[in-house]
């Protein structure tokens, strides 16, 4: 099993930049894809980057793209999420979720929320216009 908390959220003006980590407990992070997700009020838990076991592979949403990048440090057990350019509509909780995948190719990643079994209690990021 692996617990996961997150941290980085916070306030900040459109055009300003925040980076989320994610703390992961337990001796077998590296055997675990990674994602970030969120949730805006009154809407459903939306997917926004993804990453491999290794980190060489990685996934965004297209409303991220170009913005966002997701990262890892497996010697750490922590997730990143580097968020450049926020704008008003990233407002939202933040969920960092593990899925474990210790027989997948290494490259495996997925946009998926229902494929995670493992999720953090969320940190909140608003985007003020």
């Known amino acids: 099993q692996v617990q996961l908390v997150e941290s980085g959220g916070g306030l900040v003006q459109a055009g300003g930049s925040l980076r989320l980590s994610c703390a992961a407990s337990?001796?077998?992070?590296?055997?675990?894809?990674m994602g970030w997700f969120r949730q805006a009020p009154g809407k459903e838990r939306d997917f926004v980057a993804a990453?491999?076991?290794?980190?060489?592979?990685?996934g965004y949403a297209d409303s991220v793209k170009g913005r966002f990048t997701i990262s890892r440090d497996n010697a750490k057990n922590a997730l990143y999420l580097q968020m450049v350019t926020l704008k008003p509509e990233d407002t939202a909780v933040y969920y960092c979720?593990?899925?474990?995948?210790?027989?997948?190719?290494?490259?495996?990643?997925?946009?998926?929320?229902?494929?995670?079994?493992?999720w953090g209690q969320g940190t909140q990021v608003t985007v003020s216009a």
């Open positions: 337990g001796r077998t992070y590296s055997t675990y894809a």
């Open positions: 990453i491999s076991r290794s980190g060489g592979s990685t």
């Open positions: 979720a593990a899925v474990h995948a210790p027989f997948r190719d290494g490259n495996y990643y997925t946009p998926d929320a229902s494929a995670y079994g493992y």
